[in-house]
């Protein structure tokens, strides 16, 4: 069965400091991968996808995120954050043939400080 | 463009009551799927439905249960409410049924519930 860890719970970093949100993941199959954020009181919103082609998915807001099949990892990076990017960040995962709901992370909720 | 829309976004209800949510979903999409989101779980998918059928299940009890009407809108219903169903359900659509979606999914703000 597929699972998604994200390594870290919370980040915090100063303003304009580079960050990475580290994911893994565990599947049998090929897998699409995905990061969605969440800002306080809102729904979910996604960052970027990888569904195949290039390992570097560049995203909305500056992100990019690598994906490593030999280690299973999907890593959120942006090389400097600013205040309004304090959320929750969800790492995600689809397998290639299956129903196609995602299996989320729990999330690592980013604080960025001035 | 509109988005997805849940009502309530707030409700407290009491142990054995029942809830039911609603979700409109953006303009021209067919297929809507049910999150639960808790502190100690994350977000763990309920069901999708897509015209007006249940395509996809999580792995919860039959206590949690939906339906999606012709015009795309979903409701999902819990009875015999329990504590631990407290929680913020979010709702989602997209264009097409997830197994031919590739993961774009649009969020409402979702309903928190308060079960006392």
């Known amino acids: 069965a597929q699972s998604v860890t994200q390594l870290d719970s919370q980040v915090p970093v100063f303003e304009e400091a580079p960050v990475e949100l580290r994911c893994n993941y565990s599947s049998s199959v090929s897998v699409y991968l995905f990061w969605y954020v969440q800002y306080p009181n809102q729904g979910l919103q996604l960052l970027l996808k990888y569904l195949s082609g290039s390992t570097l998915v560049k995203g909305i807001n500056g992100f990019e995120a690598e994906f490593n099949k030999s280690q299973t990892s999907f890593h959120l990076r942006k090389p400097s954050v600013h205040i309004s990017d304090t959320a929750e960040y969800f790492c995600?995962?689809?397998?290639?043939?299956?129903?196609?709901?995602?299996?989320f992370g729990k999330g690592t909720k980013l604080s960025v400080k001035p | 463009k509109a988005g997805v829309t849940q009502t309530p976004r707030y409700l407290i209800k009491t142990r054995g009551q029942q809830v039911t949510l609603s979700c409109s979903p953006i303009s021209g999409h067919r297929s809507v799927s049910w999150y639960q989101q808790t502190p100690g779980q994350g977000l763990q998918f309920l069901f999708e439905y897509f015209s007006e059928t249940q395509r996809n299940k999580g792995n919860f009890p039959g206590r949690f249960s939906g339906r999606q009407f012709s015009n795309s809108r979903s409701e999902m219903n819990v009875s015999t409410l329990e504590l631990g169903d407290s929680a913020l359900y979010l709702c989602a659509s997209s264009l097409n049924t997830l197994f031919l979606n590739t993961g774009e999914l649009f969020f409402g703000e979702g309903s928190r519930l308060t079960v006392l």
């Open positions: 995600a995962v689809s397998e290639k043939g299956s129903q196609g709901n995602l299996i």
